[in-house]
């Protein structure tokens, strides 16, 4: 069969679409398991892990941004990969954009003394979601468009002075007690620990970080977390 000129022309604009689109197929799968890796859960896989965890967590329906935005020193936490390293002075800190989302700089010190950092993104989960549902992301910003590349980050207990706070994840897999400052007193600390169980979080699975170089407990002294 004889193919003319305009038919031949066809022929291999069709070939040529077939191929782009099989390559955007790849790279669009690449890319997913990629963000999948990257995004906020980063726990490490482990084929003794536990089951799924639930829990009854609950956003803070209101959430001033502005406020909000600052350095905040993690207390104690069920970790996440990042903060599985963390020996000491663990911190976040957001900073607001002019378009509303959060910088977000993760900082601690590892058991051999080094600074680790992660950053990422944050934002207001929309539409229809309550002020306390934000959503965070640590994949590369190409992936900002990619649904999977963010990973729920809920603040599920606000002090009314945003002294203190509770962020976690809505599984219930990662908790993390934050407070203004490097130590938190006993009222406030049974206040987030009190928060925490009543949201149906694992207490027996929260670590506390020493802040201030580790030469004193994030909390005051003779405050532990819970017994079993």
């Not at 799924?52 to 207390?75: C, E, H, K, Q």
């Not at 649904?147 to 994840?169: C, K, M, N, Q």
């Not at 203004?180 to 169980?197: H, M, N, W």
Request: net charge negative; charged share 25%.
């Amino acid at each position: 069969m004889r193919i003319g000129k305009r038919g031949g022309s066809r022929l291999w604009r069709f070939l040529a679409g077939l191929v782009l689109a099989t390559f955007a197929a790849l790279a669009l799968a690449t890319a997913a398991l990629s963000a999948k890796t990257l995004a906020g859960d980063r726990a490490r896989p482990d084929a003794g892990a536990p089951p799924p965890v639930t829990s009854a967590a609950a956003p803070v329906p209101n959430l001033d941004l502005t406020r909000f935005a600052g350095t905040w020193y993690v207390i104690a936490t069920i970790p996440d990969r990042f903060h599985e390293d963390c020996a000491a002075e663990a911190t976040f800190t957001f900073s607001l954009q002019p378009d509303r989302s959060l910088r977000v700089q993760n900082r601690c010190r590892g058991a051999d003394d080094s600074i680790h950092l992660d950053e990422g993104v944050a934002r207001e989960k929309q539409p229809g979601a309550l002020a306390g549902q934000l959503e965070v992301r640590y994949a590369p910003d190409w992936m900002t468009w990619m649904p999977l590349a963010w990973s729920e980050f809920w603040v599920i207990h606000l002090a009314g002075d945003y002294r203190h706070a509770l962020v976690a994840t809505p599984d219930g897999e990662h908790l993390w007690l934050l407070s203004r400052s490097p130590v938190l007193g006993e009222p406030d600390y049974r206040e987030l620990l009190d928060q925490a169980r009543a949201q149906g979080f694992d207490l027996e699975r929260l670590r506390e970080i020493p802040q201030e170089g580790g030469s004193a407990t994030s909390v005051e002294e003779g405050v532990g977390l819970p017994a079993p």
